[in-house]
């Protein structure tokens, strides 16, 4: 791959591997040729670094003994942890994962019989948490203040939970790396398309749904940033190698429309592509008829209107930060979005195989 690190010297931790870019960041470790441990919690679905050579620690992120060991005499650590489930009715759980278990790992990182050897600590964190306004092309100076003095870029209103939750983590890393010496970079990835998606995520789905011909219509008027997985996983690398302490970098190839998303992977399937849209104020009346329903009924309801506001707060993103300092040169992300399609499309023939052969 272009921009491929190799260092046979080093001991890297992937906290949170088991996940859908925490297994590429591990994937790609042992290809690398480093040493590599996992941290994954009990019972969770570790089909996607089942098959590499790593040492495996059984623990989450509130698990401090579990922590210090697998931090123990390691030169990098990649913290792939979040808690992504932006349509929860109540947000607690955003809060306990995203802010106060990184504080809790922060913590664990901060002491002195890991910072010792620690040369890297790698946080995956998002492109929610850069200050987007349409109109302009945003930069990693950009930021969404949570509280006090207002970016001259960003307003707080219709910031979700979910974004202050990563606004709030973030600036948790960039404050360790700031007052507590702790060399962490922050990795603001956009929304990532490519094979080995095993937990289905959202837009995962839609792939997959377009994949298999099932999509009834397509959202018009969204448009993503997006960036391929093996990509992103790439770039978090580089940035242990090449990352300067308490900097953040912006991770996206180009922004595409959900549109293009749906007819890339329905080609590359071989099917044909949903011929219905629907329009953005239809959209907006779902969400809202999705948000009344979770009042009413006390569900989490993933169509709503916060849901729909954080597909539309869109502006082209500059990572030009990440190409000059990381030498990070990510591949058009169409081709990301095929290699998904066709993922899905094996799995699917795989598992009639099975039941055939069964």
């Given at each position: 791959?272009?921009g ?61 003994g579990v ?5 123990t ?9 979040v ?18 278990g990184t ?94 998606d ?71 399937a ?5 011929g ?38 869109e ?5 030009g ?27 699917r ?10």
């Open positions: 791959m272009d491929q690190v190799r260092r046979y010297d080093v001991t890297a931790l992937v906290i949170g591997a088991n996940g859908y870019l925490g297994s590429h960041v591990t994937r790609q470790l042992v290809a690398d040729g480093q040493d590599v441990r996992v941290m994954v919690r009990a019972g969770a679905n570790t089909i996607g670094i089942d098959d590499l050579d790593a040492a495996r620690f059984v623990g989450d992120i509130w698990d401090d922590l210090r060991e697998a931090m005499g390691c030169d990098v650590v990649y913290y792939c942890v808690d992504a489930r932006g349509w929860l009715r109540d947000p607690a759980p955003l809060f306990r994962t995203n802010v106060e504080r809790n790992v922060l913590e664990i990182a901060s002491e002195k019989g890991i910072a010792a050897s620690l040369k890297c600590f790698v946080f995956t964190s998002s492109y929610v948490t850069v200050g987007r306004k349409r109109g302009r092309t945003a930069t990693e100076d950009d930021v969404v203040f949570d509280g006090g003095e207002l970016s001259p870029t960003t307003r707080l209103r219709g910031v979700t939970p979910y974004v202050r939750s990563r606004v709030q983590a973030e600036n948790l890393v960039m404050e360790y790396a700031r007052d507590r010496g702790l060399p962490a970079v922050a990795m603001c990835v956009s929304t990532t398309y490519g094979a080995g095993w937990g289905r995520t959202p837009h995962g789905a839609i792939i997959a749904g377009a994949a298999f011909g099932k999509l009834p219509f397509v959202m018009s008027g969204i448009e993503l940033e997006a960036v391929g997985i093996d990509d992103a996983a790439r770039a978090l690398i580089l940035a242990a190698e090449k990352g300067r302490v308490g900097e953040r970098y912006l991770i996206s190839e180009k922004m595409i429309s959900n549109a293009d998303v749906v007819r890339i992977a329905a080609e590359a071989g099917v044909p592509a949903p219905r849209s629907m329009a953005l104020p239809v959209s907006y009346a779902m969400a809202a008829i999705g948000s009344m329903k979770a009042r009413l009924k006390g569900t989490d309801e993933r169509m709503s209107l916060e849901s729909l506001r954080l597909m539309r707060a502006a082209p993103l500059d990572c930060k990440a190409n000059r300092e990381l030498g990070w040169q990510p591949r058009p992300v169409e081709e990301s979005i095929r290699e998904a399609a066709r993922f899905w499309v094996s799995l023939q795989a598992k009639h195989q099975s039941r055939q052969s069964g």
